[in-house]
């Protein structure tokens, strides 16, 4: 039974002549888990917005979508609330009421459930996302990836055949993340609902996928399994080629040489491809060739910011969040800043910048002004447009066309910046810290919900800011970024520095902490990146 | 507040307390009655929130208060009986007693309003709405659960701006750069508080609100403590408004305070006193029951 089925759907927004959406054509099977994916600005909310009832856009629309064999302009309201299921990104904005309990039971409210129906649908979607420990609390004291697990939660009470997911973990930090899209995996497995969901984060999406669709400028230009249509956007050199799991890339890079197996997609199936691959003697050569680190500088430069033993707590009855942690931050370099969540990395780069103070030991900045990117972006912007904005705080004209162009921002300036998406937002306030004049600048997590593209963009706006005399400090959840862009790595845990290194020789150490193309090849290629696995591969060939 | 024995009743019964205490201290404007009011305020909001209440009773009505003793008396030259000269104006009892009292009602209300918040949550409140007018019932919930995540938001606003520009050799601020530094924080927030609002709009509406027939998860029946907890508030309500229209509860601080007599203020601030004690008396109550069926144990 098909779940939904969309015929040649154009759409044009009220005023414009480009079409939002042109042509699209699919349909799914009921039960399935899809995954749509696109660039920023491909047209992929338009469409998700399209086949939710009360959601859709206005303007104008031609074609049809049917939902299990109706049209969805003749579903009654009641249905097209009940059966289709709609999750947005931002967790705290799509919550209503103040009680936990009371969010859940909104949604059967609403439609005018009897409330013994809504108590036994309740308590059972109560249990299944491990929310009954906190069903009395209050909305506002649950954490960002509680708050989404409910927003959940609060739609499937009401029992959807379809749930739409519009990058519902773009503020979610990994963990949350994680365990975010694994409860949505469940769902579709455990209980058959058809999902849509659009992601960012496709090395945890697609390996859950049956089945991927591209966006491309408004119009359709991939679908099929995973591993097919990853394969075929790598060959095809597409911009959304970056975004694809290591081990895919890894696998596309070499594929034209060894075809051995399916194409692997997580870091397991990886493994067991690049056994098969590098099975035999000439491996153990690669290996001892491969642990050698590249050798990075290492000079003793002088240091621009030195934590010295700081002690550092929020409420006096609190727990201590920094226990008498010290660390350099040396001229020129581009430190990372890693850790799980609650590891106080946020608490340290606000000690850094002089936010606050430790209440034992010192915080020495001797590298002139500092500035830094609070993890919300959206709190830095004043102006109605940013052009306005970055007006306010840039010295001179030439600054500011030459930030502008390193990050690509030329075609955003006359927009309010409320309006950008979170990428664009993200690269916006990162504009606005390039400008304040600071030698040092503090990033924390600038990379949280952006695509590859958009990583890049930030990496090399970085290196050129450091090429110039500049110093960074960033935390970030994203390895990959950090193995790329920085030069140094400290690992914070329970409050102080557990480990510290080149990059380079700090993830080849890790086990867990590392990228995926580094879990894959371990003790076997020892590479870091998907493209340098394919080298080592294509080195051992020759 | 969870667990507490006054949420036990009837959201009714919760609404009609606080409405008749608030509207009673603004009603009875008695020194006596402003006086019980507020101290019956205090107390029922320690009973309900512990320490926290006292700490926000100093952080803001408290101040206020202050304000409004020593600011009458500075701009109201009404009333005989003057103190001193300040300048030229007197400074006179009268004023210094009425600025009091306003103290005291603002303090009161403000203390009623936060044992409000603290027992009537958005389900409680649209227990006692929610059937007549479903949509104002949801908006005014929503409105009271938007209002402390602004005042967090500003705060962490103010924080990242400061931030951004942090470390350098900023000037030191001044009453001028403060002002436009809380504007941009205003502006910031509004926009904010429009895009959310966006965003909550369509996660309601994708969830059927709006729709005809709307149900109630809990259900709260009318039982007989809840009749008579009603009655017995209401009665000594509806009897304090009686009073005042019949001049029992008099009190003209200009141009020279005047009130009726002792005894009869006297009779009447126990019976008040009676009223804002029912939180009180059902939670000690409850207090009680739980500690002997403990010690049963």
New interface residues.
């Given amino acids: 039974m098909e779940s939904i089925s969309v015929k040649d759907l154009t759409f044009t927004y009220p005023g414009r002549t480009a079409k939002a959406l042109s042509d699209i054509s699919f349909s799914i099977e009921a039960g399935q888990f899809v995954c749509l994916c696109g660039r920023t600005g491909s047209g992929k909310s338009t469409l998700m917005r399209s086949l939710k009832p009360v959601l859709a856009p206005h303007g104008e629309k031609t074609g049809s979508v049917l939902i299990f064999g109706k049209d969805m302009d003749e579903l009654t309201d009641r249905e097209g609330a009940a059966r289709i299921g709609y999750v947005m990104q931002n967790p705290d904005n799509q919550i209503v009421t103040d009680k936990v309990w009371h969010e859940l039971a909104f949604g059967p409210e609403n439609i005018g459930m009897d409330p013994e129906t809504i108590r036994v649908r309740v308590a059972e979607m109560a249990t299944f996302f491990g929310i009954h420990n906190w069903f009395e609390r209050d909305t506002d004291s649950l954490s960002g990836g509680q708050k989404q697990m409910l927003n959940l939660a609060a739609i499937m009470v009401m029992q959807p055949d379809i749930l739409l997911l519009d990058e519902p973990t773009a503020s979610l930090d990994p963990v949350a993340a994680v365990d975010f899209l694994s409860t949505v995996s469940r769902i579709c497995r455990e209980i058959g609902t058809t999902i849509i969901i659009c992601e960012h984060r496709l090395d945890e999406v697609l390996p859950l996928s049956d089945r991927v669709l591209v966006m491309d400028e408004g119009r359709l230009t991939a679908d099929g399994s995973p591993a097919e249509v990853g394969l075929s956007l790598i060959a095809g050199d597409e911009p959304m080629a970056k975004a694809m799991p290591a081990p895919l890339r890894a696998y596309a890079g070499v594929s034209g040489v060894l075809v051995s197996k399916e194409a692997p997609l997580d870091v397991a199936s990886g493994r067991r491809w690049l056994m098969d691959v590098c099975s035999g003697a000439e491996a153990k050569e690669t290996v001892s060739d491969a642990v050698s680190p590249v050798e990075k500088k290492e000079t003793a430069a002088e240091s621009v910011i030195e934590v010295k033993g700081a002690w550092m707590r929020y409420e006096r009855d609190l727990d201590d969040v920094l226990k008498g942690l010290s660390l350099t931050v040396r001229k020129g370099e581009i430190l990372a800043l890693v850790g799980g969540n609650g590891a106080g990395k946020s608490t340290l780069m606000t000690l850094m910048a002089g936010g606050a103070k430790p209440y034992r030991g010192k915080v020495v900045r001797s590298g002139g002004p500092v500035s830094m990117l609070t993890q919300n972006p959206q709190l830095l912007f004043t102006e109605d447009t940013l052009e306005a904005d970055l007006r306010m705080i840039a010295t001179n004209e030439e600054e500011l066309s030459r930030v502008t162009d390193l990050l690509q921002l030329a075609p955003l300036l006359t927009s309010h910046p409320f309006d950008l998406s979170g990428g664009e937002q993200q690269r916006a306030a990162l504009a606005k810290v390039l400008l304040s004049g600071a030698d040092v600048i503090l990033l924390d997590e600038p990379t949280k919900g952006l695509d590859e593209g958009f990583k890049e963009i930030i990496g090399n706006a970085l290196r050129s800011f450091v090429k110039d005399g500049g110093t960074v400090v960033v935390t970030t959840h994203d390895v990959d970024f950090c193995a790329r862009t920085a030069d140094r790595c400290a690992m914070l845990f329970n409050g102080q520095i557990t480990g510290e290194g080149a990059a380079n020789t700090f993830f080849h150490g890790n086990e867990f902490y590392t990228t995926a193309a580094n879990r894959m090849s371990r003790g076997i290629l020892d590479a870091l990146f998907a493209e340098e696995i394919v080298e080592k591969i294509k080195a051992m060939e020759r | 507040m969870?667990g507490s024995a006054f949420t036990k009743f009837h959201p009714v019964v919760n609404f009609i307390f606080f409405i008749f205490a608030i509207a009673m201290t603004v009603v009875v404007f008695h020194p006596a009655a402003l006086a019980v009011s507020l101290v019956m305020s205090i107390i029922t909001a320690v009973k309900f929130a512990g320490k926290k209440a006292l700490k926000y009773f100093f952080a803001f009505p408290f101040v206020i208060m202050i304000i409004s003793v020593i600011l009458n008396p500075l701009f109201v030259h009404k009333g005989l009986t003057v103190m001193f000269y300040l300048g030229e104006g007197p400074v006179t009892v009268e004023a210094l007693v009425y600025g009091a009292c306003t103290a005291m009602m603002i303090g009161a209300v403000i203390m009623w309003s936060y044992c409000y918040s603290q027992i009537m949550?958005?389900?409680r409140f649209m227990a006692v709405f929610g059937k007549a007018a479903p949509s104002t019932s949801?908006v005014f919930?929503?409105i009271?659960?938007f209002l402390?995540?602004a005042k967090s938001h500003a705060g962490?606003?103010a924080?990242?701006?400061?931030?951004?520009?942090?470390?350098?050799?900023t000037a030191p601020e001044n009453r001028k750069s403060k002002v436009r530094k809380g504007m941009?924080v205003m502006?910031?927030l509004t926009?904010?508080a429009l895009?959310?609002s966006i965003?909550?709009a369509?996660?309601?509406?994708?969830?059927?609100?709006?729709?005809?027939?709307?149900?109630?998860?809990?259900?709260y029946a009318f039982c007989g403590a809840d009749i008579a907890a009603a009655v017995i508030m209401t009665a000594i309500a509806v009897w304090m408004f009686a009073e005042k229209a019949a001049g029992g509860w008099m009190f003209y601080a200009y141009p020279q305070i005047m009130t009726g007599s002792r005894a009869e203020a006297g009779v009447l601030s126990i019976a008040m006193a009676l009223f804002y004690a029912v939180p009180f008396i059902i939670e000690t109550w409850e207090d009680i029951r739980w500690n002997r069926s403990v010690s049963k144990i």
């Fill in positions: 969870n949550t958005s389900d949801l919930s929503m009271l659960r402390p995540r962490k606003i924080a990242a701006q400061d931030l951004l520009c942090a470390g350098g050799e941009r502006s910031v926009t904010w895009e959310n965003d909550t369509d996660s309601m509406r994708a969830r059927g609100y709006g729709l005809a027939g709307r149900t109630m998860y809990r259900k």
